[in-house]
């Protein structure tokens, strides 16, 4: 179990609670304590034993618009644009009662949560963002802020605890039962189980094209509570754009802190087993993810030179190429011959690619996938041409599901005829609509505060029948 100091912890379960939520990722805590601050007795049940599912394993990243942050670093950004890249990333297939939630409520709950002492540092532009949006915070010190303070008030946590079935008498959902045949009454019920990156039945059930990808988040994130709504009729969203992460070691590393490294943002080529290029390197890493997926035998490299290096940022996870170098990830050589053999790669093919690529570069060719920038449409491609050179062995991974339950602007759950389920509500990784067929960094721990406060505040209005 968790030792956090300050943690309201307990081990008995009440009989019954006014709202109950399951999972203590940030949808879970920011739901805890939204209900607690709107006065209801407020129970968390987490099903390990510790804090936190993907949301502690993450990138820590949550995309804002309009802050103080991007004031202080002189960054113009806006709802409106916030709202234009949202639905141009997502190709329209958004929800767009959803996008229109998020876009009037981040704001208010980024100062909700710095309130509670969360603090963001520099922020950085990433995949899907036409401005610089990406904030950066320590997540487990902001979910035990959220927890501390909802503890304060009166909500409790509960390790251990595997929901495993919803209780519905007929006409709402009453509680819980758990995996041990516990149960807990609750006149609310809010879902923050996360997504099933984890569960690989799940993934082959609606993304078989991930089979081959490698997989990341919290343990417990095995789909739970999207099977427990499901069975009361809940509806789906998104489930055709699951999406894999490019750039991620391409076997378990210790160092792999599953946010892998994007040196093709840098100036790096990305080649498969072939020794061939297969994409243009500048597109966004989840299409870079889908293209890696269907190379001879799944693995690729990215290939670089002491340009790209020079480049490395300690700061940025997708940029610490020299960590990486350190931690003896990189294959390494002083000519493109030698890195061709310390890779394996059929003889002359990589050499071929790389002196192909270069020409086009200087205007002696074209280039087969139309590469014109570095990353999205910004900065030009750099040759290969100064040793050393590296190559970094690349996967694709799913570290999110980005699909789910179908929800409204409450955070109820509806069903497949956009009935609400009664009593019923769903935030975070586990709610579909959002995203829609693409997906802008940020918008995975962003919308797990926004839509997490906002399931908490509604299922805390809920009539209650509880007297304490
Ligand atoms: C390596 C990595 C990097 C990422 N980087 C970013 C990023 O920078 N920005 C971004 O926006 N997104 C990122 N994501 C995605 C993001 O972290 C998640 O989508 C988000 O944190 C999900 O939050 P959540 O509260 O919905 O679920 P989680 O944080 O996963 O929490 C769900 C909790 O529910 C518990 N649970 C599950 N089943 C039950 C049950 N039956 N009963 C009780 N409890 C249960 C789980 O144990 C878990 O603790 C990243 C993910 C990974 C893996």
Avoid at 100 to 107: P, V
Wanted: net charge negative.
């Amino acid at each position: 179990m968790s030792e956090i100091p300050g943690l309201p912890v307990d081990t008995e379960l009440p009989e019954r609670v006014g709202v109950l939520v399951l999972g203590a990722g940030l949808a879970g805590c920011a739901a805890l304590l939204a209900a607690a601050e709107a006065g209801q007795y407020a129970l968390l049940l987490e099903k390990t034993d510790e804090i936190g599912g993907s949301t502690v394993k993450s990138a820590g990243l949550s995309a804002f618009a309009g802050t103080d942050e991007q004031a202080e670093q002189g960054i113009a950004d806006s709802v409106e644009l916030l709202r234009k890249d949202l639905l141009e990333v997502g190709k329209e297939r958004n929800d767009p009662a959803l996008v229109e939630l998020y876009c009037a409520h981040q704001l208010e709950t980024y100062r909700w949560l710095k309130a509670h002492g969360v603090v963001y540092g520099e922020i950085h532009a990433a995949s899907g963002q036409s401005a610089p949006r990406s904030h950066p915070t320590d997540t487990t010190r902001m979910l035990v802020q959220l927890l501390r303070a909802a503890g304060e008030l009166g909500a409790r946590i509960v390790f251990d605890a595997p929901a495993e079935r919803l209780l519905h008498d007929g006409a709402r959902v009453t509680g819980v039962r758990l995996a041990d045949g516990r149960e807990v009454l609750a006149d609310a019920v809010v879902l923050g189980t996360g997504g099933f990156s984890m569960n690989p039945d799940l993934l082959a059930t609606f993304a078989p094209q991930m089979a081959h990808a490698l997989r990341q988040g919290g343990t417990g994130n095995q789909g739970d509570g999207l099977k427990m709504a499901m069975a009361l009729g809940a509806g789906l969203r998104d489930t055709p754009y699951i999406k894999g992460t490019y750039g991620h070691f391409h076997t378990e590393h210790p160092d792999e802190d599953g946010t892998g490294i994007l040196a093709v943002y840098k100036g790096a080529i990305a080649v498969n087993r072939e020794g061939r290029r297969f994409v243009d390197e500048s597109r966004n890493y989840k299409e870079i993810g889908d293209a890696a997926l269907v190379q001879p035998g799944v693995t690729t490299w990215q290939v670089f030179d002491a340009r790209t290096m020079a480049l490395s940022n300690d700061e940025v996870p997708i940029y610490e190429f020299a960590g990486r170098e350190r931690a003896g990830m990189l294959l390494k050589a002083d000519t493109i011959a030698g890195l061709e053999a310390a890779i394996g790669l059929p003889e002359g093919s990589l050499q071929e690619t790389v002196a192909e690529y270069n020409a086009a570069l200087a205007g002696g060719g074209d280039d087969p996938h139309g590469r014109a920038h570095l990353s999205g449409g910004v900065g030009r491609p750099t040759p290969i041409d100064q040793g050393p050179f590296y190559a970094h062995p690349s996967g694709t991974v799913v570290l999110a599901t980005y699909c789910g339950l179908t929800v409204d602007t409450r955070m109820r759950v509806l069903d497949w005829w956009g009935e609400p389920i009664e009593r019923l509500y769903a935030a975070g990784e586990i709610t579909g609509g959002f995203h829609g067929a693409g997906y802008m960094t940020g918008t995975s721990i962003g919308k797990s505060g926004v839509f997490g406060r906002i399931a908490g505040i509604h299922a805390a209005a809920e009539e209650s029948d509880l007297e304490w």
